[in-house]
């Protein structure tokens, strides 16, 4: 299996522009979780779902942001319009999602630049 | 809702001398599990704890969970150069609907002196 796979690896934009990062998780899994990464603010958790389902969105900073995922193999996280402080590492993570092992795995993650 | 704190921020040690992250959170835990991200990397799953007052080893790493299942920590015996990173703790609430949620804590940035 190739791991959890995201993309762009890197994006610089201007600010005003739409971004969209995709997202490709591991097979069979059930749960995914959308991170935001900066040195300020640590790694937070935006929206994760279950089952293609949100179940918790409540750590998208505001109504730029948003989240889908149309089936089990892909999600995209956009944002628009972009500011440059929404400049950061945004990881994509999938899990099982059931009781036992129920350990994240990562994506590379996004580098995302807004000037 | 949930918060998971956890310090130090910031570790510099000798080659050598021991290391101590620890994780508290402001609810109970059905699990808690520890991270490591490399510089540039992107955070690895270490070890995952459940049952109260469980420690696990993995060689030099030694890990516990709390009585009350709402702190743990994670203990580094002599730091070698390659042990460099940060180390995340990250809980899955015990209780509301929010089961299958990870919520991460700062993180704890070590550096390790050769």
């Known amino acids: 299996d190739a791991g959890v796979i995201q993309s762009p690896r890197h994006e610089v934009t201007e600010m005003g522009q739409e971004v969209t990062l995709r997202c490709k998780p591991i097979s069979g899994h059930n749960s995914l979780f959308w991170y935001r990464q900066t040195m300020m603010r640590g790694l937070e958790l935006l929206i994760y779902?279950?089952?293609?389902?949100?179940?918790?969105d409540s750590g998208m900073p505001e109504d730029r942001f948003s989240a889908k995922m149309p089936n089990a193999s892909f999600s995209t996280l956009k944002i628009q319009p972009s500011e440059p402080r929404d400049s950061a590492v945004y990881f994509c993570?999938?899990?099982?999602?059931?009781?036992?092992?129920?350990?994240?795995?990562f994506g590379q993650g996004t580098r995302l630049t807004v000037v | 809702g949930q918060q998971v704190m956890q310090i130090p921020q910031y570790q510099h040690v000798q080659e050598g001398e021991d290391f101590t992250t620890y994780c508290n959170s402001s609810t109970t835990l059905s699990n808690i599990q520890w991270y490591k991200q490399r510089p540039g990397g992107h955070p690895v799953f270490l070890i995952q704890l459940v049952k109260s007052g469980e420690v696990k080893k993995q060689k030099r790493l030694t890990f516990q969970f709390g009585e009350a299942k709402k702190n743990s920590s994670l203990h580094i015996t002599a730091t070698q150069t390659t042990d460099v990173g940060t180390y995340f703790c990250?809980?899955?609430?015990?209780?509301?609907?929010?089961?299958?949620?990870?919520?991460f804590g700062q993180g704890t940035i070590l550096t390790v002196h050769p």
């Open positions: 993570a999938s899990s099982l999602g059931t009781q036992g092992r129920t350990e994240a795995f």
């Open positions: 990250a809980g899955r609430d015990a209780g509301g609907t929010s089961y299958g949620k990870l919520t």
């Open positions: 779902f279950n089952n293609n389902v949100p179940i918790d």
